[in-house]
């Protein structure tokens, strides 16, 4: 099966252009990395978004990442969740996909820049809302208020160095935002394997199954991406079915 051409679920994952968007995805990441350490991570993202579409997430051209978002909304759980928590959210893309699942959804990104495109782009549906926040500074209030974490393509942009202990800091830190029962959909880059970026994706999975506060439901293996589904003992907060 082709790269470029195979079909996966029944859907053609990627098209021949597809190879634009992996392209500009490496100048904006290229970018980032050069503005974040004189400019700090807010101002380095908001420069990325000044455009409003620095990965091409929502281009028309491409179907890679649409198809993307649509097969980690299909690896949820079959039931309702109260409360959908988006971090790193970006443009809100994936946050929308949430609305068919949550009754409630909140998206945070630490770019102001990318809460104003998102707030802009999803007036139309009043259950979505959108604010900035550090996700390794979110104020205490907000630990134990969602049943659904979604953490997709948003740990390997946290500031350097990224040590297997700072991962499972963090791992810890997040598990907490969930009630007991919730569910954490995490999702990260994965190439050959071999690639310095999968062997990153490959430890923050590692990570957070480690993680006390979290059990690993399901596991994927997706072309170009992993994806752990995990969630925090307790009971189910919510109804069977979707």
Same mark, same amino acid.
């Given at each position: ?44 993202? =908001?420069?990325? %978004?000044?455009?409003?579409? *620095?990965?091409?997430? +929502?281009?028309?051209?491409? $179907?890679?990442? @649409? ?85 997709? =393509?948003?740990? %390997?942009?946290?500031?350097? *160095?990224?040590?297997? +202990?700072?991962?499972?800091? $963090?791992?810890? @830190? ?69």
């Amino acid at each position: 099966m082709s790269a470029t051409t195979g079909r996966f679920g029944g859907l053609l994952f990627m098209h021949p252009r597809d190879i634009g968007l992996f392209l500009r995805s490496a100048r904006t990441d290229a970018g980032i990395a050069r503005l974040r350490a004189t400019h700090g991570d807010p101002a380095a993202f =908001d420069a990325a %978004y000044a455009d409003g579409d *620095p990965w091409a997430s +929502a281009d028309p051209r491409y $179907v890679y990442q @649409r198809r993307k978002y649509d097969v980690l909304a299909g690896l949820l759980p079959r039931r309702r969740f109260s409360r959908a928590l988006d971090l790193g959210t970006g443009l809100g893309l994936m946050a929308r996909r949430l609305t068919a699942h949550a009754d409630e959804v909140v998206g945070i990104d630490i770019s102001a820049t990318a809460v104003a495109h998102a707030q802009a782009a999803h007036r139309d549906l009043p259950q979505l809302s959108f604010r900035q926040g550090d996700m390794l500074a979110l104020p205490a209030e907000m630990e134990g208020g969602f049943d659904l974490l979604v953490l997709a =393509d948003t740990l %390997y942009y946290l500031p350097p *160095p990224l040590t297997d +202990a700072t991962l499972k800091q $963090v791992a810890l @830190r997040l598990a907490r935002l969930l009630r007991p029962g919730g569910v954490c959909l995490l999702a990260n880059h994965f190439f050959s394997g071999a690639d310095a970026e999968s062997r990153l994706s490959r430890r923050i999975h590692q990570a957070f199954a480690w993680s006390p506060g979290l059990n690993v439901v399901n596991e994927h293996r997706r072309p170009f991406y992993l994806v752990t589904v995990l969630e925090r003992p307790g009971l189910c907060p919510g109804p069977a079915g979707a």
